[in-house]
């Protein structure tokens, strides 16, 4: 028997990340030496490396190769060797986040069809088993993961999300496209970061006391068995929905919430919950590096817009560790900017808009990073919209500018603000056009701060706004709702993305956009 265990990222249909080293690590006792071998479809080696094993894990780093396919991992401790088949190196990508990035193939619009007959070798996929604790069981489940390549009756379970992106992206590059999913529903941010990159922030130690404070005196036990009520209350919903959509397909969110109720999404708080700050990153995201990536693809922040004020802060310091920890300072970062969306009946709370303005501010902030705008993509009474080819494709976009380095259509942004008297002109990145449907959601503010809506002129790559309400207009802004349908898109038939462009005195004010 080995000495050692390789990570099941390293299994027969692995991808391996083209033109960069190529790390193969995994857990071996003290003293083992592990060798590994990348070969050829000929058997010809293409790296080798040996190393020692240190605090019960190896890694091995071997040269960067080329994209192909048919290659082989050997590995052995010098007594008994392991042998994984069908290799391939091409572009590797982390999908990450919360629900949305992780609602399944088999749930979206398409995905049944697509499992049924679609075929693509060169696209595959890996699924970092959901386990919130550490342990023999979560261990098992992690070695028993294996790539899957795409193929009739394969992928139900992949992210539809990055399913879309993959095989939009695979037949463009012409390279073999792997799918990490690393995600779970109704997550915070902090739930993916490590500890002491949350306590290097005055936000993220506020998570942490946060949470500490509601889970104190909450023992592990305790713990369990709130959770598995909540685990047999929520499994109950979701059958009743299932039942819904199988007997009336189409049906909307507002009818299954007539019929099924609204969804008792009231998780408990304890030790061994997936939404404790830091917890996923241990049991779950730990698990994939250092693995060498292309990219992230990340879709989340529904779970921090009531929570933060300063998602940026977290995000970037987010962006920063996964880059520090793969060990790649350029690792481009693909996000999702929420789309619109508000519970029925609901009253707005301006949450999602400050979060989205947070998301491009972390954008604007960081090197290597994209932003795919959803603004026209949300549903009223469904945070779960299944349209994810779109949010897939404009993902891939974002990809041929940031990772590829290649012209792609944007989204038309607010560039600069000037005022001409009485009107206040926005200069954009390009000519926007109205559809005719929806609301302007333009809004101007003088010195007071006090926002009116705006009578909105387009001219070419401007916007002029007047107001009577606003004979001095200083400030404008742009979709600071949560939910509202928005009629204007650019040429290229991408929606106008959020903005607010405010006067340095807003601070002073408290607005914090």
Known sequence: MPKFQAS????????LCRDREIRIFGTAGDNVCVTACLVDQDGAVLGRDTAPARDGRFLCVLPPQPARTGCAIWLSDGEAEIRFSDIALGDVYLAAGQSNMELELQNADEGLACVACHENDLVRYYNVPKRALPGEEADRANQDARWVAIAPGTAWDMS??????????????????GIVDCYWGGTSISCWMAEDTLLSLREGQRYLRDYEEKSRGVTLAEYLEKEAAFNRTIDQWNRAVADLKQKHPGITGPEINAQAGPCPWNPPVGPGSPYRPCGLYETMLRRVIPLSLTGVLYYQGEEDTFRTERYDQLLIAFVLMLRQQFQRPDLPFLNVQLPMWIDANAQDSFTWPRLRLAQQKARDQLRHSGLAILLDQGEYDNIHPTNKRVVGERLYLEALRVVYGQSAAQAPEALDKRREGEALAVALSQPVSDRGHGAWLMEIAGEDGAFYPAQVHMEGAALRLTSPSVPRPVSARYAWTDYAVVRLFGENGLPLAPFWLETQNNEKRGITP
């Open 160 to 177: 539809a999300v990055a399913y879309f992106f993959a095989m939009k992206l695979q037949p463009h590059t012409g390279v073999p496209v």
């Open 8 to 15: 099941s990222l390293f299994s027969d249909h692995a991808v």
